[in-house]
């Protein structure tokens, strides 16, 4: 079956810190990447994706991720977060043609102002 | 407010009880999705309907839940005979289109405690 492994279960950073959070998977064939985040009191929503084309994504609020094929990554970068950025963040993956992700079990992420 | 909708926010009951939560997607949105989420894990996936029709259900899914999603819209998940077990988050999640990269948008999900 396939898993999803996030590495990094509970981050504590500074403001100005640079973030990078893991995410490996199990499958090996063609898959759609995702992070979500979710906001203290908020749902879930999409921070960015990756389906095909260029494997460095970006997406909202400075973030980007990524997609490593040869070592099953997809792992998530900020270059200097905020204390906005506290949140709990999730990678999702599905296999290429599949609607249904397998998300990781997320990171919870804590910036100190 | 034109997002994903559930209802109730929050439901305490007893071991044994029947309990049902409801789901509003976006409008236009033909795929629903439910998950279950309990402290310090993820999503996992219990069934998604395209429409009115539910296409997967997840195996470990006991056959004491049930969803529904008449004509389309709203869905049901109905959770029978609850367990101590059954208490977690439930989300729902509906997204668009016909590629499986699409976003999916979730509600604020129902909280359930089985006492």
């Known amino acids: 079956a396939q898993s999803v492994s996030q590495h990094n279960h509970h981050v504590i950073l500074s403001e100005a810190a640079s973030l990078e959070l893991g995410c490996n998977y199990s499958?090996?064939?063609?898959?759609?990447l995702f992070w979500y985040v979710q906001y203290p009191g908020q749902h879930l929503q999409l921070l960015l994706k990756?389906?095909?084309?260029?494997?460095l994504v970006k997406g909202i609020k400075g973030f980007e991720a990524e997609f490593i094929k040869s070592k099953f990554s997809f792992n998530l970068r900020k270059p200097s977060v905020q204390w906005s950025d506290t949140a709990e963040y999730f990678c999702?993956?599905?296999?290429?043609?599949?609607?249904?992700?397998?998300f990781g079990r997320g990171t919870s992420l804590i910036v100190h102002p | 407010d034109t997002g994903v909708s559930q209802n109730p926010r929050h439901k305490i009951t007893k071991r044994g009880q029947n309990v049902t939560f409801r789901c509003d997607p976006i409008?236009?949105?033909?795929?629903l999705y439910w998950y279950r989420q309990t402290l310090g894990q993820g999503p996992e996936f219990l069934t998604y309907?395209?429409?009115?029709?539910?296409?997967?259900k997840s195996r470990l899914l006991s056959d004491r839940f049930s969803a529904e999603r008449p004509k389309g819209s709203f869905s049901t998940l109905e959770i029978q005979r609850t367990e101590q077990g059954d208490s977690a988050m439930y989300l729902c999640?509906?997204?668009?289109?016909?590629?499986?990269?699409?976003?999916?948008?979730f509600g604020p999900g129902t909280r359930l405690t089985v006492l």
């Open positions: 999702a993956v599905n296999r290429g043609g599949s609607y249904i992700p397998t």
């Open positions: 999640a509906s997204s668009f289109g016909r590629v499986s990269y699409n976003e999916q948008f």
């Open positions: 990756y389906f095909s084309g260029d494997p």
């Open positions: 409008s236009e949105h033909n795929r």
């Open positions: 499958y090996g064939g063609t898959v759609n």
């Open positions: 309907f395209q429409n009115e029709a539910q296409l997967e």
